[in-house]
């Protein structure tokens, strides 16, 4: 078995569970041919059904600079079907060019946020009640590598091992990682109120009645996180992001925010502050916490520009701005989802119900 074997393997029967008869959307671009046949393959020998759609460098460049507001607001019924009758996605992120939307207008990619929004619900939802299961992941190209400042040998080495597929038993690796997080769950679910503490950071918010979820490779992979959803109007005070946060091609470094009965009120940013501006105000709950969560992936430990990687690394935490998760019990409702990352590891702290739980990026619980 080789390596794209293997992982598409780990995709199908570990993160989705692919079953018989289920239907699998299968969505990327042919840079990632050889973990595209492969997962094909998997799908196939699992008795499923499984559709191919894959898009070509220059498509949503097109789309965006040419597609008038009744374009941008268009779901056509295909892909409306694919939301209400699909099993399972498994998305491989494969990008020529990872800044292909930098020089769209944002309020373009706004528009066309707020008009997916449902689909994002439809989604989640079904995912919260049992009816679908989803992965996001990526395959190496020399994009991914240069934006994380690495050849393209070295960026394959960072993925497969933060994904943990160098290992004979990726899925026993992920399983045990479960577990252990699984204890850090059942510690975190009866806390009512977390508070943030680090540089310009001091920053509240309540999490009383919510779930933590544990990650462990099911909806990304690579994994290692824990996560909620606040209490909507919960957030008081500021945090300060020292980790650049990038959307969509586009990026803000520097991001000051600050909350009142938990909405952001208030945004500076040393970098991109008028496109951030712009993503935060696409609808009402843009500027509502959909999700505060710890990273747990000591495999990552350096910033690359990709989030799927990035919002892992092991010593941080993150905030989303947007759309909740509905097994938390979150009820926020947005077309964006914004994870920012912030790093903890000097001199930061996270109390829980004023005890101190977490400490530079360790926990102590």
């Known amino acids: 078995m080789n390596i794209w074997q293997k992982y598409a393997k780990t995709l199908v029967e570990y993160s989705t569970g692919v079953k018989k008869d289920d239907i699998v959307i299968i969505s990327s671009e042919i840079q990632a041919k050889s973990l595209i046949l492969a997962v094909y393959e998997e799908v196939l020998k699992k008795g499923a059904h499984p559709i191919l759609k894959l898009g070509m460098e220059g498509q949503k460049e097109i789309y965006f600079k040419t597609a008038n507001d009744d374009q941008l607001n268009f779901i056509d019924p295909f892909t409306q079907l694919e939301y209400d009758k699909a099993d399972k996605f498994i998305v491989i992120g494969a990008p020529y060019n990872v800044k292909n939307l930098a020089k769209i207008p944002p309020e373009r990619l706004a528009k066309r946020s707020a008009a997916t929004q449902p689909l994002s619900e439809k989604m989640l939802g079904r995912a919260a009640e049992g009816s679908l299961s989803w992965v996001i992941c990526d395959f190496p190209t020399n994009a991914l590598a240069q934006e994380a400042k690495m050849s393209i040998f070295d960026y394959e080495e960072f993925l497969l091992k933060a994904c943990y597929l160098e290992l004979d038993d990726p899925v026993a690796k992920w399983k045990e990682i479960g577990q252990k997080q699984d204890e850090l769950v059942k510690k975190l679910d009866p806390v009512k109120k977390i508070r943030i503490v680090g540089e310009k950071t001091d920053l509240t918010l309540s999490t009383e ?157």
């Not at 803000?252 to 600050?258: E, N, R, W």
């Not at 914004?338 to 005890?355: F, T």
């Open 209 to 365: 009645g919510r779930k933590w979820v544990s990650c462990c490779g099911s909806n990304n992979f690579p994994d290692g996180e824990v996560f909620t959803s606040p209490v909507e109007d919960s957030a008081e005070g500021e945090i300060y992001f020292d980790f650049p946060a990038i959307y969509r091609g586009n990026e803000a470094q520097g991001i000051h925010l600050k909350f009142e009965k938990g909405k952001v009120v208030h945004v500076t940013a040393e970098k991109g502050e008028d496109f951030f501006l712009k993503m935060i105000d696409q609808d009402n709950g843009a500027r509502f916490l959909g999700e505060f969560a710890f990273g747990t992936n000591e495999m990552i430990q350096e910033v690359t520009g990709n989030i799927l990687f990035d919002e892992k690394i092991g010593g941080s935490i993150h905030l989303a701005l947007g759309a909740s998760y509905p097994e938390t019990g979150g009820k926020n409702k947005s077309g964006l989802h914004w994870d920012i990352i912030k790093n903890m590891k000097r001199n930061s702290q996270v109390y829980a119900d004023g005890i101190l739980i977490y400490e530079n990026g360790n926990f102590l619980i």
